[in-house]
């Protein structure tokens, strides 16, 4: 974050790069420690991912400042134009990315109760795909690779599909036993928080595409969230599964 | 969304600004729609809604493009950069309040039961609000008045407060009557849709800020939102309340 004295536009291009390569490596953090600290309950490192949000906001203000700064004084045309439009828009993305691991490490401090062990199984298999995806996103945009970013954007697919399955898993809980209902839906918002990291991803696979082949994705992503549309009939006696 | 034939710097801005204009006419519309269509559970209104989206995703790419050729083509500097970038900014936020506004309501072609009255006032209540937000926000960019984007700015706590009466609300709700769970649980997240609709409101009274004066907001706006740090106890049998 210090004032670089820049004499080319490539330098320019490297330092904005240089700040998002750091954001991108803070963002994977962030997301991995919220993770463990919702599934394994650790206090202590959920309290450190709500404060180290911070320095990835900070980043994201930096890289505007010095993409603006360098369209304004450059005139950047093509490639180099997509260079810097697409720093802003990944730094927008990440920090979406910290925000949302940000509020699911204040979940993991509001969660007092043992929770349903299925439950937060499936919760650590979506945050580990979720983890993988941003990885790999971040691995395709620092080599330029588009078809590893196609990949990503892909496979979203899958998290949604964990996604729903989750709801409903968690939905069910909550209808067997009431007690859980406050702990249900902290997980419900961790779920769906995973869900968006997710579709931030794809965001970052897109501007991908967008700069390295010059056009906007035409095809539209298959959406595979369905919860929104999710109505589940509250069981009779005689339908409630046994299990506590 | 026709090609004009632009021969000035103010000429190509007043063709954003239009567009723009358009785009938060039809965000606005689509926010009041979708409160209707959820609170008066009027199906029709929520499928029309759900497909207007698409109107609203177009504008965005519009706009993009025509901002980012006339960055490329014009180099604009100061106050011009400033109005370029502004429009690509709120017309990002417009796009996911489009998003929220059309996933409230999938949520309201989802509900089949018929819901708590007093929730659903709040939600009304809380909509209204929100809608009003957006109103004023959009009003203080076509005048360029910064001092009204920081009304619309200070006053999203409100909504903030709202959001977490609605979240303990909702809870109680479903711990007294968990036939209510399934329901419930998508009103949560519509409430959740509007508190983000109200971020994004004051996202674009940052950027009236920052077009206005060319500096970013220094103070960082109280956040209300609590929820994800409630921990509600499941009442005891002798402590629940017995209206149904």
Chains 1, 2 share one sequence.
């Not at 990944?90 to 490490?105: M, P």
């Not at 062990?117 to 795909?129: I, N, P, S």
């Not at 390295?212 to 919860?227: F, Y």
Request: hydrophobic fraction near 40%; charged fraction near 30%; include cysteine.
């Amino acid at each position: 974050m210090q004032e670089h004295i820049v004499t080319s536009f490539e330098e320019a291009l490297d330092s904005i790069n240089e700040s998002l390569a750091r954001m991108g490596g803070l963002a994977e953090k962030q997301l991995a420690d919220s993770i463990e600290a919702i599934t394994r309950r650790d206090r202590a490192l959920a309290e450190q991912t709500v404060a180290s949000d911070k320095q990835i906001d900070a980043l994201e203000v930096d890289i505007e400042a010095q993409a603006l700064r360098l369209i304004a004084l450059r005139q950047p045309m093509a490639i180099d134009l997509r260079e810097t439009v697409s720093a802003i828009k990944i730094s927008s993305d990440l920090e979406r990315i910290g925000d949302l691991a940000k509020n699911i490490s204040k979940r993991a401090l509001a969660v007092d109760q043992a929770s349903p062990g299925r439950a937060m199984q499936g919760l650590e298999r979506m945050g580990r795909q979720v983890l993988n995806q941003l990885k790999e996103v971040l691995d395709a945009y620092a080599q330029r690779d588009n078809d590893r970013a196609m990949v990503v954007w892909r496979r979203d697919e899958e998290i949604d599909e964990m996604y729903n399955s989750l709801f409903r898993e968690l939905l069910t809980y909550m209808m067997e036993d009431p007690r859980t209902i406050s702990l249900c839906t902290h997980l419900l918002f961790v779920a769906k928080n995973l869900e968006r990291i997710g579709d931030h991803s794809t965001n970052i696979a897109e501007t991908i595409q967008f700069l390295v082949t010059g056009e906007a994705l035409g095809e539209s992503r298959p959406k595979g969230d369905t919860t929104s549309v999710t109505s589940m009939e509250y069981p009779t006696d005689a339908e409630t599964p046994t299990q506590s």
